[in-house]
């Protein structure tokens, strides 16, 4: 079983500044991660999938990178409206199941 | 444009049952495998269940075998979720979600998801 582990926990930042997060799988899954983003009482909305392809509507400041077990989602200028948690996300096509991280929040200084 | 619309949870006791439904609309339902994720208060998303587009294949995730069953109806493209001997620890929000495509290739991740409905599991 594929485990993701993301860090750090908790993010502490203020509006304009950059910031990576990172998930780490317990072993290689290519490319197939997904970030998501959930703000307070919503559900969650696919970011990238793939590893570094963006969902539709996403804009352009959210990037994905990485292969293999490392990954990281980058916001270049943080907007008041990305102050909410993250995930990463792991699938294959068997087993189909799926595995998330435990989630990064980020919040506002 | 897609939507996926849960009902169905509400208060129940320990060991009792709900059925949950996901009525989904704007897409061709009957294309695309469809997943179940709960959330329970304050923690993170947790996968539930998977069943294939057709609907022959169903995947549980280990604490929930053999206690819950994925179906769906094509015919009336709707998703559910039938739950039994439920637990304190089944309380959540239960999210369904639609499998990722992409060029028409799907993918394996969710790219759409209803807004949730409550299961609590209390005496």
């Known amino acids: 079983e594929i485990v993701l582990t993301q860090s750090p926990a908790t993010l502490s930042l203020s509006p304009g500044e950059r910031v990576t997060l990172s998930c780490r799988a317990s072993?290689?899954?290519?490319?197939?991660l997904a970030w998501y983003q959930q703000r307070p009482g919503q559900a969650p909305r696919v970011l990238i999938y793939?590893?570094?392809n963006r969902a539709t509507g996403i804009p352009a400041r959210f990037s994905g990178s990485g292969s293999g077990t490392d990954f990281t989602l980058t916001i270049s200028s943080l907007e008041p409206e990305d102050f909410a948690v993250y995930y990463c996300?792991?699938?294959?096509?068997?087993?189909?199941?799926?595995?998330f991280g435990q989630g990064t929040k980020l919040e506002n200084k | 444009q897609v939507q996926l619309v849960e009902s169905g949870g509400g208060v129940v006791q320990p060991g009792g049952s709900l059925r949950l439904s996901c009525a989904a609309s704007?897409?061709?339902?009957?294309?695309?495998?469809m997943h179940w994720v709960r959330q329970a208060p304050g923690k993170g998303l947790e996968w539930v269940a998977v069943?294939?587009?057709?609907?022959?294949?169903?995947y549980y995730e280990d604490s929930v075998k053999g206690r819950f069953t994925i179906s769906r109806d094509n015919s009336q493209n709707t998703l559910y979720l039938q739950m039994d001997s439920l637990r304190v620890e089944d309380t959540a929000i239960y999210y369904c979600?639609?499998?990722?495509?992409?060029?028409?290739?799907?993918?394996?991740?969710?790219?759409?998801w209803g807004q949730g409905t409550l299961v609590s599991v209390s005496s």
């Open positions: 793939d590893a570094s």
């Open positions: 069943i294939s587009a057709a609907g022959g294949t169903q």
């Open positions: 996300q792991h699938r294959n096509e068997w087993p189909p199941g799926a595995t």
């Open positions: 704007g897409l061709t339902f009957p294309s695309y495998g």
């Open positions: 072993q290689s899954i290519n490319t197939y």
């Open positions: 979600t639609k499998e990722g495509a992409v060029s028409g290739i799907n993918k394996y991740f969710f790219d759409h």
